[in-house]
């Protein structure tokens, strides 16, 4: 029963908004091919679950994904650790990175065609950027925040720097480390479909690119429903990963 | 073993003076309590004796060895207990102890021995956001002595409990201290703490910080609140104290 009530909002949410769209078009008189009524994109949606292509694409466009989020995620945590413990080196970095996290991870793409080729990189080359960011800015921030009676039991204690890292800084900023992951996520997945634009032959992305090109909307707005769903989903996902977070380090002050 | 000789502070060079001229030893297995209002410069003392805050002028030795940093032979207990709150209570206790060179069945020996000492024995797996005021201190004291330090320092260790686990602690630490021998320094502002648990008080007076008294308690080891011993030097200390607090008002008028 619980879960029913929990559930009719959200059911409600996307009855209205499938009324909506059948709304409009009734409205608006629009041609089916211009403005897609919901029937014909699930048929096209229908269709290409049915022959199996859209799993394909979905399989190689997570697997983009998770490579370029995850390589940022290690690589942007490990800088902001190191960043964050110095502030000297962090005064001279801070600025070339606000110089950089502005620019659209787009805008280096025809750099990143250059430099990676074409296939799998520039996608993930894009993701990487997008989510690589945010995760940096939120740990450093989380560093610098750090109980400093954490710092003097370690430094009571005789810990190594890399000790104090690894027992001290990264599991007391990780709460905050945690909020920068879910925040990557979300711009990382957004990015996916643009850096799929780029140079690749399969994803989501290019189904969308591909769809386009032969005019059939019903299918690009498929493609768009299942990107929602999907990335509705890595967010749901992060949820739990950050209530497990919670559970941990939350009830600690 | 400690020997505080002429030791002058203050945080910047036109700023008041938070310690001036401050000249004390403290004997091997001695449990000293400085006594003083807030603001006298006690726990700055502290903080110096520990390693943490650098003194000005003076010196103040370990076995005639000037402390510069914080090291593990004196370990501070922090006013707030300082225990990770995302790890258990067996992992806190263990903090200090991972980077000496001690087998994995010594290091879980030694900390079962220690969380038995404090009663804890049975938490061993609990959070400590699951524990109460009173055993995150006593977790925290037995993740001190399972560091077998020489010197414990204590800055208002029962400040945030309430009476009865108050004398409880107390009478714990007492017995812990008879039976381990370590020698303590105890920053309060609790004249019956002073009395109850030290062989010696030092009262500091502000502006600027220095000693005002120095009172040997000759009394058994074994106290009580009631005893007119007890009522006698809680008297004297209590006169120090309205002295003190006549003078500053004549000053004002």
């Not at chain 1, 080359?125 to 954490?150: G, H, M, N, Q």
């Not at chain 1, 720097?161 to 599991?171: A, C, G, Q």
């Not at chain 2, 201190?137 to 037995?142: F, K, L, S």
Request: hydrophobic share 50%; aromatic share 10%.
């Amino acid at each position: 029963m619980a879960k029913v009530k929990k559930l009719s909002p959200i059911a409600i949410g996307f009855i209205l908004l499938l009324v909506f769209w059948q709304f409009a078009i009734f409205i608006g008189g629009h041609q089916s091919a211009l403005f897609p009524p919901p029937l014909k994109v699930g048929e096209a949606l229908l269709a290409i679950i049915s022959d199996g292509s859209l799993f394909a694409h979905i399989q190689i466009s997570l697997f983009r994904f998770f490579s370029g989020y995850l390589a940022a995620v290690i690589v942007a945590v490990i800088l902001g650790l190191l960043l964050g413990r110095s502030m000297l080196v962090w005064k001279v970095v801070d600025p070339i990175v606000q110089v950089l996290r502005p620019v659209s991870p787009i805008a280096w793409s025809p750099f990143i065609v250059l430099w990676f080729g074409i296939g799998n990189m520039p996608a993930i080359v894009i993701i990487f950027i997008a989510a690589f960011f945010p995760v940096l800015l939120s740990t450093v921030s989380a560093v610098k925040k750090v109980d400093r009676t954490y710092l003097r039991i370690a430094s009571n204690f005789e810990m190594s720097p890399f000790e104090t890292l690894r027992k001290i800084v990264l599991p007391a900023s990780f709460p905050m480390i945690a909020n920068g992951l879910h925040m990557a996520l979300g711009s990382a997945w957004i990015f996916l479909v643009a850096g799929e634009m780029v140079g690749a032959q399969s994803g989501l992305g290019f189904l969308i690119i591909d769809a386009r090109n032969s005019l059939s909307l019903d299918l690009v707005m498929a493609c768009i429903v299942v990107i929602g769903v999907l990335g509705l989903a890595l967010d749901k996902g992060i949820h739990y990963f950050e209530s497990w977070v919670n559970r941990i380090w939350g009830s600690a002050k | 073993m400690i020997d505080i000789r002429n030791v002058s502070k203050s945080y910047s060079e036109q700023g008041p003076t938070v310690l001036q001229d401050i000249s004390f030893d403290i004997k091997k297995g001695e449990v000293i309590a400085i006594l003083g209002k807030s603001g006298c410069g006690k726990s700055t003392l502290l903080n110096c004796i520990g390693g943490f805050e650098a003194v000005n002028n003076g010196q103040i030795l370990l076995d005639e060895v000037s402390i510069r940093k914080p090291s593990k032979r004196c370990i501070m207990l922090m006013q707030n207990y300082g225990l990770l709150p995302w790890r258990s209570v067996r992992k806190n206790v263990e903090l200090g102890i991972e980077n000496i060179s001690l087998s994995k069945q010594e290091i879980s020996e030694r900390t079962l021995h220690y969380l038995r000492m404090v009663g804890l024995e049975d938490r061993a797996n609990a959070l400590p956001s699951e524990l109460s005021g009173g055993m995150q201190q006593r977790v925290a004291i037995a993740r001190a002595l399972a560091m077998q330090p020489e010197v414990i320092l204590m800055d208002e260790p029962f400040g945030a409990l309430d009476t009865f686990t108050r004398y409880y602690l107390q009478d714990e630490l007492m017995q812990i201290q008879r039976r381990e021998k370590m020698t303590i320094v105890l920053v309060t502002h609790d004249i019956d703490e002073a009395i109850y648990l030290a062989d010696r008080i030092l009262i500091m007076k502000p502006n600027p910080g220095e000693i005002h008294k120095e009172i040997v308690l000759r009394l058994p080891k074994e106290r009580n609140r009631a005893d007119a011993d007890f009522q006698h030097y809680r008297e004297l200390i209590f006169n120090e104290f309205q002295f003190t607090h006549e003078t500053t008002i004549e000053f004002n008028i």
